[in-house]
């Protein structure tokens, strides 16, 4: 039997995007909401990720809420058990838990006019009757599976990174791993350390800079903690380092020059082997897919039980992996580095907008939205790291919290004008939209020669913000009445 609840507003997932809708809604006195969450505990890809070795490639000052700055951190790049305890932490302190629901997987979500309200349907058949919808389930949580033949009768143990198995003890076994991207480079290492046997199937090859990483002493950390405005200060110091890469990344791909020096440096420090050299190194402008940091992925390539193939896979058989130029490895293991299926991550749930209008008819030109958060045709449906607001270049915490704002700016706009539901007007979507995928065209992603998840079907870039993230602040943290269509 179906159960029905009706808070004033459901959130969906319990990662930095949902937390942080949670907190400000609480911080502005607002109490009346669930937060659904599909896993056992909240983190999001936090939670989901725990392979050896994950860590933030953001420096952790600038990766974390700017309301909730945490001068405890123990590293530049805090490792995964890190960042969830201080999302657990700061849920905690601002009294979140109380409104999860955990093992609440969300199916479908449809409008419901004459209610004024949203149908969000669980798994269990579950049913909230909320005014609003705030989705916070991110871009990257579906995995994607490499389409190779004779995957299915492999006999071996098999799983991909963000679902690692770890009842599975790696120690002396021949591994193969498909992908080189920003997880397997952070995985890589520490398995090699154990495995007898390491294929990894590289089919780019990414660029890599030195990672800045390094503990923070406890005496710094007590500085950042007692000496007022100083762990704002190494934010701040961070925000505008990071955000200087985004001139080669979006104003021109000549700018990018410095960087791409670096990583070749790195690149010929750490490896000697002139043929292993010619492997790895891109054959595509830096920053058009994202730039990597490491200091142990390049090393670990040059042990002796490990080698890199370039050549492709032909197929897979029941215990092992044949190579394109047709050489059959034996392997034990096979772990998908190959990233997430990054559309279907919202198309997965059923989201039905007004007159039954689905989100894949509205998208099926290419997804989009105001500011990266409404939709018309959608009312009061709100998307945190929407179409267009991913980053190459900064953290997307900064994204987030913009979108907080601009999501608690609609609901203050429909609060001040008495309203049940607001949604965006489709010209000013289409304006947003318009300045932005003009200014994409002359960015690295799309001029940089390279293929990657940021493009679409039609190479259309529909994941990363073109500018820079004070631009987004500027334009996007308060919705313009002028933009919206109150309904009363
Ligand atoms: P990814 O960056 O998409 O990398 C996937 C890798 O698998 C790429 O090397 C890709 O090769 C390869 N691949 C995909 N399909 C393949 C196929 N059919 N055959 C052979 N190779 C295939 O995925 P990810 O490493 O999981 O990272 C995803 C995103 O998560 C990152 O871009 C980043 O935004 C985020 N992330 C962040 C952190 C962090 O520290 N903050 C850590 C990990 C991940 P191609 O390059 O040729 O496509």
Redesign the pocket.
């Known amino acids: 039997m179906s159960e029905q609840r009706n808070p004033a507003i459901v959130i969906v997932g319990s990662g930095f995007g949902g937390l942080g809708m949670a907190i400000q809604l609480i911080r502005s006195g607002f109490h009346d909401f669930v937060v659904l969450e599909k896993g056992d505990d909240l983190g999001g ?1 936090w939670h989901e ?1 725990t392979y050896p070795g ?5 420096p952790s000052h600038m ?1 974390s809420f700017s309301f909730e700055l945490n001068p405890g951190w123990t590293r530049m ?1 805090a490792p995964q058990p890190e960042i969830k305890d201080y999302l657990r932490r700061t849920a905690d302190k601002y009294a979140v838990g109380s409104h999860i629901r955990y093992g609440s997987r969300v199916e479908r979500m449809e409008y419901d006019d004459d209610a004024r309200r949203w149908n969000v349907t669980l798994a269990d058949g579950t049913r909230y009757t909320p005014k609003a919808v705030v989705s916070g389930i991110g871009a ?1 949580h579906v995995p ?5 033949p004779g995957l299915d009768s492999f006999k071996g143990r098999a799983f991909h ?2 679902e690692w198995d770890h009842s599975y003890d790696l120690t002396g076994k021949r591994i193969a791993v ?9 995985f890589v290492p520490k398995i090699a350390e154990r495995a007898a046997r390491l294929h990894l ?4 090859a ?1 660029w890599i800079q030195p990672k800045p990483d390094q503990p923070i002493p406890k005496g710094v950390r007590r500085l950042l903690r007692t000496v007022p405005g100083a762990a704002r200060a190494v934010r701040y110091g961070i925000y505008w380092a990071l955000e200087a890469r985004a001139v080669g990344f979006t104003v021109d791909p000549r700018l990018s020059g410095p960087m791409e020096l670096l990583a070749r440096r790195h690149l010929a420090q750490q490896i000697p082997d002139p043929e292993l050299r010619r492997k790895v190194t891109p054959d595509y402008t830096i920053g058009c ?2 730039v990597l940091l490491s200091n142990d992925y390049y090393p670990a390539l040059t042990r002796p039980n490990v080698d890199l193939i370039t050549d ?2 032909a197929e897979v058989r029941e215990h092992s992996v044949v190579t394109a130029d047709g050489r059959e490895l034996e392997v034990d293991c096979i772990i ?5 299926k990054v559309v279907d991550a919202l198309m997965e749930q059923q989201v039905v907008g007004r007159n039954g209008v689905k989100l894949q008819e509205l998208w099926a030109e290419g997804a989009e939205a105001h500011h990266g958060v409404t939709l018309p045709g959608f009312p009061n449906f709100f998307m945190l790291l929407g179409p267009n607001t ?1 980053l ?1 270049h900064n953290s997307v915490v900064f994204m987030i919290e913009v979108q907080l704002q601009h999501i608690l700016s609609c609901l203050r706009l429909l609060a001040d004008r008495g309203g049940d539901a607001i949604e965006p007007r489709p010209d000013a979507v289409r304006t947003f939209n318009d300045r932005l995928h003009r200014r994409l065209r002359r960015a690295v992603w799309n001029e940089g020669g ?4 940021y493009l679409d079907a039609n190479g259309v870039n529909r994941t990363l913000w073109p500018g820079f993230t004070f631009e987004y602040w500027k334009s996007s943290r308060r919705a313009r009445p002028e933009d919206y269509v109150i309904t009363r």
């Open positions: 890809t990720n994950c860590a933030c490639d953001v990766y790049f990257l994607s599976f490499p389409d190779i990174s963000a498909i992908g080189t991207g920003a997880s397997a480079i952070q199937f590289q089919r780019t990414p897919k994202r492709g896979i998908y580095g190959t990233g997430f991913g190459g390279c293929d990657s998840w």
